[in-house]
């Protein structure tokens, strides 16, 4: 079977559109760096000639259009130029067609010496589309940080764009494209977005930014978004019961990305705009379920990042509702021991389901455990078993399986809530659990997952990794024998599995193999974690042009049968910038 990855495989050759000079408005391009306009510069990379656009972190660049004298189906590619490695910045532009309302971000990442020339043009793939009548739209990603139009006052991504890539589609081409976009069996991919990282890296003011981390997943193989919405008592919407994101009590915040996050919600509340309403809107407008995700663990957090601690806060107001560890001391955790406490949490969830989702989502991975030994609970367990949990071994399994009850009671009261609104909506909401790497450590975290798959009160789980702590840095699932107890406990029920895949980062072929043994294993379904668009693994880089098409499975098997050719990008080399012939080389 033919490879579709990127624009592999297609049977006619590619025009290349390499004078970029030629956009529209003309005065918004110039020969020399300039505020508020795009430098034009000449360039040779081998057979390739043209002029390439860039634009500074400080440039603020219009937005541009070039023509494209295109008509019928293309796959489109963007020849982009990284910054060298000691540069430290990663390339993003912005790109969309005209008659679309969003555009979408790609991202290159820093060229580095050791692995070949210093400054080269790397191809990245971004759709497939009728290009009829229609024209390509470039712009600069860039906010605002001072409330003047001048230089500083502005911060932008690096563009350097050389030229656009065209591959006609044949009709039997345009055929396949079509009937890809109406299966549903290879949509098994789920995303994860945090709802945090847009709003602290880009100052995110108005709803096209919100819809331009969703816009990459049309057309692919996703088919769930998992969209945060809350942590404690901390709510990613305007709740009536939660605090917003506002942080209106700070003033000076350990990270800038913390102020930009803080401002950007305060903007959005300004302009009456809830940015989970635009999410939910926009997720089913590309084809995409939404399910509202909440941690479970956010109501306190620990210097010198404890901005989200300040004002009138749930657990500063609750202090009897706090944890206890094993010695008696008090832990900066909300517990769930406390019917009161759940009652809470499943009034937020409930108020997130008066809106349009379709499920919502409990997330496990982040700062356990929530029930220690509390002593509703320690008291109960010596009425059950006439003995002091204190006394006990902390592994020992009748006591992890007795305090776990405290969770499943609390998944039990949330799917409950959830047929209640699923009633109101004349649907089915889905309750899924972002949970740990094994059935000890989910039991050492109260968590009994046996119970809630026996008793059907969990319709998804995704175990996070299979790395102990939670860890995102290393591989999950290296050994695809570490999932048979997932698998085991899933079989013959209708509760859904998918795997967590981890690290956020890696080439595509090795993507390629996690997945594959993945689906070895017996899981149907994948989920990643910090999936966002632009600003997350949804970059249109090498990796995302493999992980977007992760639910072909046999595609993959034909790749592997192949002998797993490389699914690297085309890198051309830079022979000529300018008037700067790069083969003259100065020691430095």
């Known amino acids: 079977m033919t490879d579709r990855i990127a624009d592999r495989g297609l049977v006619n050759d590619p025009v290349y559109i390499t004078d970029l000079s030629a956009v529209e408005p003309a005065d918004a391009v110039g020969p020399v760096p300039a505020f508020h ?53 990663p390339l993003k532009v912005l790109a969309r067609l005209s008659g679309d309302a969003t555009p979408t971000m790609l991202t290159a990442q820093p060229a580095h010496p050791e692995i070949g020339h210093d400054l080269q043009l790397v191809e990245l793939y971004w759709r497939t589309a009728d290009l009829t009548g229609r024209q390509l739209v470039l712009g600069q990603p860039q906010w605002q940080t001072a409330p003047v139009d001048a230089v500083g006052a502005w911060r932008s991504e690096i563009v350097r764009i050389a030229y656009v890539k065209l591959v006609p589609l044949t009709d039997a081409e345009v055929a396949e494209a079509q009937a890809e976009r109406r299966r549903t ?19 995110l003011n108005d709803a096209e930014g919100i819809r331009r981390e969703i816009e990459p997943y049309r057309d692919s193989d996703f088919s769930r978004m998992y969209w945060e919405a809350g942590e404690g008592d901390i709510s990613y919407y305007f709740s009536k019961i939660a605090r917003w994101c506002t942080f209106d009590e700070a003033e000076d915040f350990a990270r800038v990305g913390d102020r930009l996050h803080a401002e950007s919600w305060r903007e959005f509340r300004d302009l009456g705009v ?54 008696g001391q008090t832990t900066p955790r909300i517990a769930y021991s406390y019917p009161e406490v759940r009652a809470y949490i499943v009034s937020l969830l409930r108020e997130m389901a008066e809106r349009p989702i379709d499920g919502v989502c409990l997330l496990y991975n982040r700062r356990l455990p929530l029930v220690e030994y509390e002593p509703p609970v320690v008291a ?11 006394a006990l071994p902390a592994d020992d399994d009748r006591w992890l399986r007795f305090r776990a009850r405290e969770l499943t009671q609390f998944v039990r009261e949330v799917r409950q809530a959830m047929d209640e609104m699923g009633a109101v909506h004349g649907k089915r909401l889905g309750v899924s659990a972002v949970v740990m790497s094994s059935e000890q450590e989910n039991l050492q975290n109260a968590i009994d997952l046996g119970a809630w798959v026996e008793e059907g009160i969990v319709d998804t789980l995704i175990p996070y990794t299979s790395v102990p702590g939670g860890d995102s840095h290393a591989v999950s699932w290296e050994d695809p024998a570490d999932l048979a107890y997932f698998v085991e406990l899933v079989r013959g029920t209708d509760c859904v599995l998918a795997p967590g895949m981890m690290p956020r980062h890696r080439p595509p072929e090795d993507v390629r193999r996690q997945a594959a043994g993945i689906y070895g294993a017996g899981a149907d379904h994948l989920f990643f974690w910090d999936a966002a668009g632009g600003s997350g693994r949804a970059n249109h880089g090498a990796m995302w042009n493999a992980l977007r098409r992760l639910g072909h499975r046999d595609e993959i098997e034909a790749w592997r049968a192949a002998g797993e050719p490389s699914l690297q990008p085309t890198a051309h080399d830079v022979d000529v910038l300018d008037d700067w012939d790069l083969s003259y080389t100065t020691p430095g």
């Not at 043209?50 to 440039?59: D, I, K, N, S, V």
């Not at 089913?284 to 663990?297: F, N």
């Open 37 to 89: 306009r795009w430098r034009s510069m000449a360039y040779t990379a081998g057979e390739l000639s043209g002029r390439m656009l860039l634009a500074g972190p400080e440039t603020a660049a219009p937005d541009v259009t070039l023509d494209l004298n295109a008509s019928g189906w293309h796959a489109v590619t963007l020849g982009l130029m990284p910054p060298p490695g000691y540069e430290g910045a």
């Open 185 to 203: 069996d290879t949509r098994r991919l789920f995303a994860h977005q945090d709802a945090h990282g847009p709003h602290y890296l880009w100052r």
């Open 274 to 327: 809830d940015p989970l309403d635009v999410a939910i809107e926009h997720c089913h407008d590309a084809g995409l379920e939404i399910h509202a995700s909440y941690r479970v663990a956010g109501f306190w957090y620990p210097p010198p990042i404890d901005h989200f601690n300040l004002g009138d806060t749930f657990a500063a107001a609750h202090p009897e509702w706090r944890g206890r560890d094993r010695n």
């Open 380 to 390: 109960a367990f010596q009425d059950e078993y006439g003995l002091d949990p204190h």
